[in-house]
């Protein structure tokens, strides 16, 4: 399914809500990408979206585009609401497409390790949109802890989320709705890829968690998750690693995070999801030395690059789903199976991070 | 023991270290207080303290002070190792004598129990030396919260903590060392003071804990802990509250605190055990408005008023301990047993959280 070399890599959107929308256009703002189909629920929905975004063939259907064998794709982008990604993605595998679907991946491990099995069954690619990886700044993060710049890395802090209507889709069960898939795991990819490791298949050695579940609609509105790690740096240490994470959908977090080395720290500004600004922190015998990396996101102009002259990016620097497209268009080009960046076994602990945060969620008692 | 009106709240320190010197210091910026009495293991360190601070009486041993008829006190502060507070302040409990002591006031919930039997059975004063409730800028939050400013309150948040030296006291066992007992117990109070009630005795409804030990010396370095309260503003609602508790000895924090409501939330800013500084941050249909405080601490100079010429706080924002002080002063003087601000059934919650939290740290496992 890869496209040639120097050819366009041909993309398929599946869903025309505001996130499939601010993923078309952050697609016009990648050199290598064209968007060839578009599918909805509903054929007039695919086409006027097609409409709007110059997009050559609209299905009503995404089952229907899925099948389509005169359909040319190279890799295909799941938007849709949480509970239809694991019946909607694993169609597209078995038809031999290339998926990247946004997060969650599934609703629950067995959702998330029968899409990933369809996936190597088919030998298609498959990755979980965690966009948060492909950005310039996340990446410098990486290269800060990587490289040992502050030191042993003790800890990691998240304190993300926002304030959500009460009628938001994230606050609905029938919408696969809860803090914990909708805010809760961009924390967690952000412990299970700077704590985690392959040896240890992403997980954590220990996890707890307290939340509190919405009475009526039993979906989570916040939560806390605490897990240890063994030392990534020296795994036979018997010191530990841990992640505190804090999200909610009920309330204006910081929106930031916090790699706690013993050399120093890298502080992740708001929005620590897709984010454009770090400092690095090192600590000297007076006090500490800081040192700010600022990235620009990608540059658009209403009406320009096949962008609609009244459009607008419906969440905060959605044109950094650039730097994800991108990313996914080189993995398909080279003909891989998943991204290195994110691998499937981290997406299967990630679900398994969530599963067990959200069994554990009220249901820790106090002692004497 | 209470002074009679007018008088000068008659003080006398046990301890001479650090937070002694500090607290002896912040004595001399109280109106109402004077120190007539310090004991230390050794006569000679009493001496020397008596001498530095202007002190009538020095005492070789804690017991000789606790059980000097002589000596008329009207409250003693205890500023010991953790290990020592129990036996220390009881025998001065028994000996009649009002006592704060500083926090953690126990290293056990059953410490903790008997310190309070002995102070009610001896009808004397006891409080934990929990200085951040006296300081304006935390009854400013309380101020904020309880009149509904930010409407309802759905979770705080507190991220606390500095990277203590290997051989720092924090680190050792011997010496009552971990970081739940030196950081976290000020974030656990945070918690039971804005989302617990006298109903509930301060108790959260769950709590989940997470950490890493020092393997060779089997102390905390770092923990997270999760909890859920009912709702305070209404106990009958389903919905709860909760709290996210991120603290350490082994990398620098944020130092921050944040509670959440509804319609606002309060940044407490850097130092949030020692606040000077909260922003209440109120919502409006555009984005927000902010609101500043910000408060001075006591001021003072070397050399004046009793405090020596070479005097340095040696821990941060020590002038507030000022704040506890004065309070205390009052609260012998109007002849209470307890702390109306930070009651003793909330110590005994406080030590059943870290006592739970300590107990399930390392303790909870993945599911699969």
């Given amino acids: 399914m890869s496209a040639g070399d120097g050819s366009k890599v041909r993309w398929a959107v599946i869903g ?5 929308s601010d993923f078309c256009a952050a697609l016009k703002l990648v050199d290598n990408a064209e968007t060839v189909a578009v599918a909805a629920r509903e054929l007039p929905k695919a086409q006027a979206f097609a409409k709007r975004f110059g997009i050559g063939k609209a299905y009503g259907s995404y089952d229907e585009l899925a099948r389509d064998r005169s359909l040319a794709v190279d890799v295909c982008y799941v938007g849709l609401i949480n509970t239809k990604h694991k019946d909607v993605v694993c ?18 491990v067995e959702e998330v390790k029968e899409m990933v099995k369809v996936a190597r069954d088919n030998k298609s690619f498959l990755t979980e949109g965690f966009w948060t990886r492909h950005f310039p700044a996340f990446k410098k993060i990486d290269e800060i802890v990587s490289e040992g710049t502050i030191g042993r890395v003790s800890a990691i802090h998240c304190d993300f989320g ?9 606050r609905l069960k029938e919408l696969g709705g809860g803090a914990i898939y909708d805010i809760g795991c961009y924390t967690v990819q952000y412990a299970t890829h700077l704590l985690g490791t392959p040896a240890k298949s992403w997980r954590p050695l220990s996890i707890a ?17 605490s897990m240890t790690f063994d030392d990534k740096s ?12 804090h999200f909610g959908t009920d309330g204006r977090r910081s929106q930031t995070a916090r790699i ?14 897709c984010p454009t600004h770090v400092t690095c922190v090192l600590y000297t015998d007076g006090g500490s030395v800081r040192d700010d990396h600022t990235f620009e996101l990608p540059a658009w102009r209403p009406g320009e690059g096949g962008i609609p002259e009244d459009f607008r990016f419906f969440f905060a620097n959605s044109e950094g789903l650039a730097y ?24 299967i602990a990630i679900a398994q991070i969530m599963q067990t945060a959200r069994e554990q969620m009220g249901g820790q008692q106090m002692g004497e």
Same sequence: chains 1, 2.
């Fill in 91 to 108: 169609e597209l595998l078995r038809n031999g497409r290339n998926v990247v679907c946004e997060k969650p991946l599934g609703m629950t």
């Fill in 260 to 273: 706690l080395g013993d050399k120093g720290h890298v502080e992740v500004h708001r929005i620590m999801h």
């Fill in 209 to 225: 968690a307290a939340g509190v579940m919405d009475p009526v609609e039993q979906v989570d509105l916040n939560g806390g998750i």
């Fill in 16 to 20: 025309t809500g505001n996130i499939c």
């Fill in 324 to 347: 994800e497209a991108e990313r996914v268009g080189q993995c398909v080009k080279e003909g891989l199976l998943e991204m290195p960046e994110c691998p499937l076994d981290e997406s």
């Fill in 162 to 170: 926002f304030l959500a209507a009460q009628d938001s889709r994230t």
């Fill in 234 to 245: 020296d795994p036979s240490a018997r010191l530990r690693t841990l992640a505190v994470l």
